[in-house]
């Protein structure tokens, strides 16, 4: 049986992160993502990833599946930002699950693991981009999304709002 359980990742994760962030970069990038994996791509993250797991951010890091999958939801505004109408409002940075433990749930469980977490500590909302496939044609509700948009520049991307 695949060992699917979360947990929280802590600054010891780092070198794991490095490892499971960049195939996230590189693989959705040939899948049409704008993000480049370039080392200064890599550096926002690892220090969103620092300023997560050591409380400096608002944020989680949450790993699975044995180590083969991750999430990062958190605040990424410069201080100050903006009043949101869905409240305190994290980002879905990404979530990325190893080929082999795909379907599987695990995305599943690092959602609800991370959303508990974030809304724990005073968040109301994640609004993230949403990889679908063509043959997935149903955009409200995706993936657990309480209500989701076509985002209109990546044919096979939605923006999605999940409330806590």
């Given at each position: 049986?695949?060992?699917?359980?979360?947990?929280?990742?802590?600054?010891?994760?780092?070198?794991?992160?490095?490892?499971?962030?960049?195939?996230?970069?590189?693989?959705h990038?040939?899948?049409?993502?704008c993000v480049?994996?370039?080392?200064?791509?890599?550096?926002?993250?690892l220090?969103?990833?620092?300023?997560?797991?050591?409380?400096?951010r608002?944020?989680?890091?949450?790993?699975?599946?044995?180590?083969?999958?991750?999430?990062?939801?958190?605040?990424?505004?410069?201080?100050?930002?903006f009043?949101?109408?869905?409240?305190?409002?994290?980002?879905?940075?990404?979530?990325?699950?190893?080929?082999?433990?795909?379907?599987?749930?695990?995305t599943?469980?690092?959602?609800?693991?991370?959303?508990?977490?974030l809304?724990?500590?005073?968040?109301d909302?994640?609004?993230?981009?949403?990889?679908?496939?063509?043959?997935?044609?149903?955009?409200?509700?995706?993936?657990?999304?309480?209500?989701?948009?076509?985002?209109?520049f990546?044919p096979?991307?939605?923006?999605?709002?999940?409330?806590?």
């Open positions: 049986m695949t060992d699917v359980a979360t947990r929280v990742g802590g600054p010891g994760d780092r070198s794991l992160f490095i490892d499971l962030w960049g195939e996230f970069l590189r693989e990038r040939k899948r049409g993502n480049e994996p370039t080392v200064r791509s890599m550096d926002y993250f220090t969103l990833f620092d300023q997560y797991t050591t409380g400096v608002g944020g989680v890091v949450v790993f699975g599946a044995g180590n083969n999958a991750v999430c990062m939801w958190g605040d990424v505004l410069a201080e100050g930002g009043d949101h109408a869905e409240g305190c409002v994290a980002h879905g940075l990404g979530t990325y699950v190893r080929k082999e433990f795909r379907s599987k749930n695990v599943g469980l690092l959602w609800r693991r991370a959303s508990k977490i809304k724990k500590r005073g968040f909302a994640v609004i993230a981009a949403v990889d679908i496939q063509p043959e997935e044609s149903k955009i409200e509700g995706h993936r657990g999304f309480d209500r989701a948009v076509s985002f209109g990546i096979t991307e939605i923006v999605g709002v999940l409330r806590l």
